[in-house]
């Protein structure tokens, strides 16, 4: 079904990267680990290693999962937006070309979540 609005919607938007004061919005999501419904919409900073993005943020964000401690995510099987992806460790997250809004999902071989049914 179609919707049609009932008037012309211009406004500004207020996510642009202007709004969030040197930092940027990051979506990462973690295939198969249905304990997570949806990406996680993270806070980085640009000028972060993608190795700290992995140890500092991805790895706490995860860590409730039971298979978390057995994730590989830097050598796992890397997105960014839909396109594959070998991110650079130790580059920046703007040098990985990691941008405002990107969205990375990371695969880990033989961890299809709980009991390989998906959660």
């Known amino acids: 079904m179609s919707v049609n609005a009932l008037y012309d919607y211009k406004f500004e938007p207020k996510d642009k990267v202007e709004n969030f004061h040197g930092m940027q919005l990051l979506y990462v999501l973690w295939p198969n680990h249905l304990m997570f419904c949806s990406p996680f919409a993270l806070l980085v900073q640009p000028d972060m290693t993608f190795r700290a ?3 500092e943020v991805l790895k706490p964000a995860t860590a409730s ?3 978390a401690a057995k994730a590989d995510f830097l050598g796992g099987e890397w997105l960014l937006n ?3 992806f070998t991110p ?3 580059a920046s997250l703007k040098d990985n070309g990691i941008d405002h809004k990107s969205m990375l999902t990371v695969t ?3 961890l299809d ?3 390989g049914a998906g959660f």
């Open 113 to 115: 979540g709980l009991a």
């Open 82 to 84: 839909d396109e594959p």
């Open 65 to 67: 999962h039971p298979e």
């Open 88 to 90: 650079a460790p130790d």
């Open 53 to 55: 993005l992995v140890d």
């Open 108 to 110: 880990t071989p033989g």
